[in-house]
């Protein structure tokens, strides 16, 4: 929609033409049944209709390309491309002639001219052209603002200007969620919807980790020496349609051993989307950081570096646990191992660990053995800070599977 401000006539025309790609023409089939009155006359026409497909007339979807009408849905994250003319209507020889594109939005006013100097003189029947490209960062109502100034044969300075308003549409919605696991790593799942009204297809979706993550893609399935995607080949998302994609995130070698740091890390980092329409048009969004909940590890983290996923019924195994001190002070740790119902543990309980700096750690092997089959649960930890005389308790710390290694053969 375009406003003239300046109601009085001018010697130059203004003519503004987004540049986009066409679309292909769709037609209204009439179709009717051949004991009707108009028997195949309709569809004699549709046949001799150009513009229809050779065998498949009553589609609505023709052959040709059709150019827009108008500006059109313009989506977040295209390149909006416009085609600004001036041409001389007039007979007479006009000079200094400045043109000027702004586009104004909800926060800011950029200047999109591709020259801010004068053209010296323009003849009769001659033209200014000019494009303009700008990648659409802003959702919501946008106004392109175009200026002419001149100055007439006499000496007379004019000026006008024509305002062309469009909106600028959300493309997809971005949901993510984190998982933390037991170790330092975090999962993120990004939930993509496409709420267009077109197919798009996906030509990247990758995750950009913050400085003190390194990602792995989960979303490719090994075959052979190559990976295949986990969506197929032909990578289309279609109208309303949501696709998950699954992100690893490990610390750093250098950031994984202090515990402090990566407690407090919730920036995990940016999606980058890319995508093109039916006919080849290229969108691209980023989000902004990524930001989770800090894990709250408390003043010591109990993880577990070793466990078998199997073992044998009242035989003893090992397994490797990590204490990790989480807090800021140092601290002096004392280990006390409590038997459960099903776990046992071998070995001295109450005995020394020493003194633990602030984000230092310590492996510790222990010995367990399980008197019940079945899925058992690692229970029973218990760590006492002998200068605060504060003590932490550790149930449920992994699970193992416990089985029976002798089978009976009676007969």
């Known amino acids: 929609m375009d406003v003239n401000q300046a109601k009085q006539e ?7 033409m987004r540049l986009t790609k066409p679309t292909l023409f769709t037609n209204l089939p009439v179709t009717c049944e051949d004991r009707d009155l108009p028997g195949d006359l309709f569809g004699q026409l549709m046949r001799e209709d150009p513009s ?10 023709g052959e040709m390309l059709t150019l827009p009408q108008n500006f059109g849905n313009i989506f977040l994250g295209e390149t909006f491309s416009s085609y600004i003319s001036v041409h001389n209507d007039s007979n007479q020889v006009v000079k200094d002639i400045l043109v000027k594109a702004d586009l104004q939005t909800s926060s800011q006013r950029l200047n999109l001219s591709a020259s801010n100097s004068a053209v010296a003189e323009l003849k009769p029947e001659c033209c200014i052209d000019d494009v303009i490209h700008h990648e659409v960062k802003e959702i919501g109502t946008h106004i392109l603002v175009c200026a002419v100034s001149y100055t007439t044969h006499y000496g007379e300075k004019l000026y006008f200007r024509k305002f062309f ?3 600028v549409l959300k493309p997809l919605d971005v949901k993510t969620k984190f998982y933390n696991a037991e170790t330092d790593e975090v999962f993120l799942e990004a939930q993509i919807q496409n709420i267009t009204t077109s197919p798009m297809f996906m030509e990247k979706v990758s995750l950009e980790p913050s400085m003190m993550y390194n990602v792995t893609e989960l979303n490719m399935v090994t075959s052979g020496d190559q990976g295949e995607s986990t969506f197929g080949k032909m990578s289309y998302l279609q109208p309303m349609d949501t696709r998950q994609y699954l992100y690893c ?37 980023q989000t902004s950081q990524l930001q989770r909940m800090a894990p709250g590890y408390g003043d010591i983290r109990l993880s577990l570096e070793m466990i078998p996923d199997t073992v044998n019924l009242e ?10 001190n989480c807090s800021e002070r140092t601290m002096d740790l004392v280990l006390e191992m409590c038997n459960t119902r099903s776990i046992h543990w071998c070995g001295i309980s109450g005995r020394q660990l020493g003194k633990l700096c602030p984000g230092g750690f310590l492996s510790l ?10 899925l058992q649960s690692i229970s029973g930890l218990r760590l006492t800070d002998t200068f605060l005389k504060r003590t932490y308790e550790y149930d449920d710390i992994a699970q193992v599977c416990v089985v029976c290694p002798f089978t009976s053969n009676e007969s």
């Not at 035989?315 to 990790?324: A, G, M, R, S, V």
Request: with cysteine; aromatic share 6%.
């Open 315 to 324: 035989e003893p195994f090992d397994i490797i646990c990590k204490i990790t």
């Open 165 to 167: 308003k469009f909106q």
């Open 52 to 61: 229809t497909i050779k065998g498949a007339e009553t589609l609505m979807l």
């Open 10 to 16: 001018h010697l130059l025309a203004l003519k503004v």
């Open 249 to 285: 995130l490990k610390p750093k070698p250098e950031y994984a051993e202090k515990a402090g740091v990566i407690k407090g890390v919730t920036v995990i980092g940016k999606l980058d989307i890319v995508w093109k329409t039916n006919l080849g048009e290229r969108g691209r969004l």
């Open 365 to 374: 092997p222990l010995t367990v053995l399980s008197s019940v089959q079945g």
